[in-house]
């Protein structure tokens, strides 16, 4: 496989040290989104095995539970090609700027769930969730300064968190 079949960085296809190379960042940048599913995924699955999260007053507009795992699927695939798309870039300031603000989104994804499922602080879930909407909103502009496709690459998750944003916050509300 071509590394611009998997939508790699420009330029990078043609030297078969930097392929290898950067197929190994992909996978980091994977195995690094996959340890924020894992923290996410702890929180989350203690909480509904317990009952508690089946117990909280929730919106008639909470989509089916069935709909969050592959969404969130989709979504963590893209994060991390988004991420590995801008490690792939030329070296500088923006760079450097992207790849911070992809971390601390990152970080405030694997929070969230912490917040909210393990620690049960449904108010502080959702003001995080405003800083998580803030640190997507900050990467996808930093990084379309980088890259063209990478920005866009993460437009579906600013959309789903734009759209958790006002379910945390109802859920919040209706279980003060």
């Known amino acids: 496989m071509q590394l611009s079949e998997l939508g790699g960085s420009e330029g990078l296809e043609h030297n078969a040290t930097l392929n290898r190379e950067s197929l190994v960042a ?47 699927t989709a979504l963590y ?25 992809w971390f601390m989104q990152l970080g405030l994804n694997a929070a969230w769930s912490h917040l909210f499922f393990r620690k049960r602080q449904l108010k502080a879930a959702a003001v995080e969730n405003w800083a998580l909407l803030g640190s997507i909103a900050a990467y996808t502009a930093a ?14 998750y600013l959309g789903w968190v734009s759209f958790a944003n006002v379910l945390s916050t109802d859920i919040a509300r209706r279980n003060a």
């Open 26 to 72: 992909l996978g980091a940048f994977g195995a690094l989104t996959a340890g924020a599913v894992f923290i996410g995924a702890r929180s989350t699955r203690e909480a509904i095995q317990q009952g508690w999260y089946k117990r909280l007053k929730k919106p008639p507009f909470q989509p089916p539970r069935q709909v969050f795992a592959p969404v969130w």
């Open 77 to 101: 695939g893209l994060i991390a090609v988004s991420g590995w798309r801008i490690w792939g870039s030329p070296a500088g300031e923006r760079r450097s700027r992207a790849l911070g603000l």
């Open 143 to 156: 990084a379309s300064r980088v890259d063209r496709k990478a920005p866009w690459l993460m437009a579906p």
